[in-house]
């Protein structure tokens, strides 16, 4: 691995998703996929299984909030930094089908101080808007990567 100063801002975002993918055993056994990642950036799938249905037979919302909050969260530690969920809320659109496979895009809106805001779109196959997830991000002490004095 090269020295942190040697790094561009993609390769950390890269090895700060990677850190964090070894040890999340949720988004890994949800099936879901990083598609993509960058600096404030993420894009994470996952298909809808019956496991994941609800009483009305589409996909429960718990299971979409999930994979906007996965992609929350490696959009927000994409900088070398620790960072949690602080507030998120989401609105959901349109509902999602078992076989779906649903794709959530988050992009930084704002970062500044230990605070950060993160908008995560969450569509299906068809490109059809499913739900509108909002985060709020808080640095906390850590880097993902080792930060030479």
């Known amino acids: ?33 990083l598609e993509h990642i960058a600096p ?28 906007g909050d996965s992609a929350f969260a490696f959009a927000c530690n994409s900088h070398n930094q620790v960072v949690v969920g602080q507030h998120c809320s989401i609105t959901y659109i349109a509902p999602a089908r078992i076989g779906d ?18 908008d995560i779109r969450i569509t299906n196959q068809h490109g059809q808007h499913i739900a509108e997830f909002r985060g709020h991000s808080r640095v906390v002490k850590g880097s993902h990567l080792p930060v030479e004095a």
């Open 101 to 118: 496979r649903l794709v959530a895009t988050a992009t930084e809106l704002s970062r500044q101080g230990r605070s950060g805001i993160y």
């Open 1 to 33: 691995m090269k020295d942190m100063a040697e790094m561009t801002a993609q390769e950390i975002a890269r090895a700060c998703a990677d850190a964090m993918w070894n040890n999340d055993s949720t988004s890994q056994r949800l099936g879901m996929e």
């Open 40 to 67: 404030g950036e993420a894009r994470l799938a996952m298909t809808v299984t019956d496991a994941m249905s609800n009483g009305h037979g589409n996909c429960h919302g718990g299971f979409i909030f999930t994979l």
